[in-house]
Structure formats: C-alpha cells, structure tokens
C-alpha cells in the first residue's frame, strides 16, 4: 500500500506558470505514492490546471511581496495543520522544481535517525570552493533566532526542497513560523530569508541530506553527458529564461518579459568580449598616467 503524500506548493502573483510542468511530471515521475497537493495561489481557480482534480486542493492566499511571500511559508502551513496531520509524508517543493527522471518515494522518505526529516543541499555548493561551514552563508547575527555561530553547522541546505514525516515536518513548522515572527518583531530579517531558518533548525540534527541530483539546476543539464543526466532526478527550472518570462518579471518588478531572441546571449558574449580587447590598451594608459 502506498504512503499518502502531501505535496506544498506556492504558486502567487506569475509562479504559477510552473505549476502545470511541475504537476504532471509529479504524476507521472514520483512513485509508489499517493499524492494530494496544496497550492497557495491568488490566482483564480479556473486558471490553476487540474484545480477540478479532487486530490489538488487550492487556498486562495494574498500575495505580499518579497520577501514575505518566502519568509511566511510556514506560516503558511500551519494554517492548515489539520489537514496536513492525516498524511505520511509532507514535501516542499520550490515552484520552479520539477521531476525529471523516476524517483522512488524511498529516495526522499527520511528515516528514524534522520528525525523525520530530509532537506536539500544548496546547488551553489557545488561551483564554490567552500572547504568550511564557517564559509557558509548562514545568519551570523546573535539577535536573530536564525542565528548559527562560527565553528557551528555542517551543511548548507535549500529552501527549495524540504519535508519529511508529517509529525516531524509540522513540527519543525510551526517552530519556524514562531521564529520567524519573533524577528520580525524585532526588526530582523535572516540574510537567507525561511532559508536562514531552516539552516539553523537543521545545524545541529541529524536529517536526510538529498545531493545535487534532486535540485541539478536545468541551465547545466546541456553541459552534462546524456548517460549521466538519467541520475537526475528533480530540477531547478531556470527562472532568468525568456520561456518563463525572466526573473524580474516573475517577482513583479517589470511588466516585460524576457525578449527571447535566438543567439541573442551568444551575440552579447561576442560584443563584450570585442569591448573588453578592445578597451585594454585604454586601461594600460589610464594606469601609466596615474601611476
């Protein structure tokens, strides 16, 4: 019999142009599983594919902007406590994230000696050259409730992609939301915003640490080997692309999106690379002249 699985998702103001990728690659590519979703939208319900699907639930939510629509997550999610309580498991997921190739529920599902709980390593780790947790950008400020002192922490997670048992998962919630809420009160938001939070809920517990192939970022995947690419499992889909729109208008900061334009970025690398030969005697002399 398959465990009863929650998925979260939060899809306000243009995210939810994600959704449906995300959706059916979940149908088709996460297994032994039964799946129910929460998404978090202020768009109308008509306009969220499969919201007439009894196992996709909807709850309108008011879009406040950034960072408060990241921060609030489980805020978010304690909200509906009730609901989330009846199902094995509870996961995350970053609007932009995708299945990409058959994932087990196995490969996700924490163990005892895991607390419950499974997160994902941060995709940046992997071009940096951090050799020490104290390299990592943790909040360092003691009056945050965030706050991860120097020689402290191992590893340094998403916020992406989290989730686990759904006593643990609810759990961890509600004490991030109280967090949360404390620095708010206090004039405080973590450098990382919930991803701050959940770094220093995580620092010192033992937890399911999923690797690089269930959150590979799409812009690499054509730099990688076709043989090598089938270990990918989940993605994160590239925001900064014209298909989405851009970043910037995603979050609502401009009403254009991305002028998507064949061999554009090609034709601009070109272009800065004749400026920047072409600048340096320039800089020779600028530097001779003054020393």
Not at 17 to 41: G, M, P, Q, R, V
Not at 48 to 57: E, K, L, P
Not at 103 to 120: F, M
Not at 207 to 216: E, R, S, V
Request: hydrophobic share 40%.
């Amino acid at each position: 019999m398959n465990n009863k699985v929650a998925i979260l998702y939060i899809a306000l103001g243009r995210y939810s142009i994600f959704w449906k990728e995300f959706y059916l690659s979940a149908e088709k590519l996460l297994e032994n599983a039964d799946k129910e979703y929460f998404i978090w939208t202020d768009n109308p319900a008509n306009e969220i594919y499969a919201s007439d699907n009894a196992r996709v639930h909807i709850i309108t939510a008011q879009k406040k902007g950034w960072p408060y629509d990241t921060l609030l997550r489980f805020e978010m999610f304690v909200a509906i406590e009730k609901q989330l309580e009846t199902f094995d498991y509870i996961y995350f997921f970053n609007a932009n994230f995708q299945f990409f190739n058959p994932t087990d529920l196995t490969e996700i599902a924490p163990r005892a000696w895991d607390n419950g709980l499974v997160a994902g390593i941060h995709p940046g780790i992997l071009t940096t050259k951090i050799t020490s947790p104290d390299q990592h950008s943790y909040e360092r400020r003691p009056q945050s409730t965030a706050y991860i002192p120097f020689g402290s922490g191992q590893h340094y997670v998403c916020g992406a992609f989290n989730g686990g048992t759904a006593a643990a998962y609810l759990e961890m919630c509600k004490t991030l939301s109280t967090n949360i809420r404390t620095d708010l009160d206090n004039e405080i938001i973590a450098c990382v915003d919930d991803e701050s939070h959940l770094n220093a809920y995580l620092a010192n517990r033992n937890f399911l640490l999923c690797g690089a192939a269930y959150g590979f970022p799409e812009a690499k995947l054509k730099w990688m080997p076709k043989k090598y690419s089938t270990m990918v499992k989940i993605i994160s889909r590239q925001k900064n692309n014209p298909k989405y729109g851009g970043e910037r208008w995603l979050r609502g900061q401009t009403d254009h999106k991305m002028l998507n334009i064949p061999g554009l970025k090609a034709t601009g690398r070109i272009i800065a690379g004749l400026l920047f030969w072409w600048s340096k005697p320039i800089r020779q002399k600028i530097r001779s002249y003054c020393g």
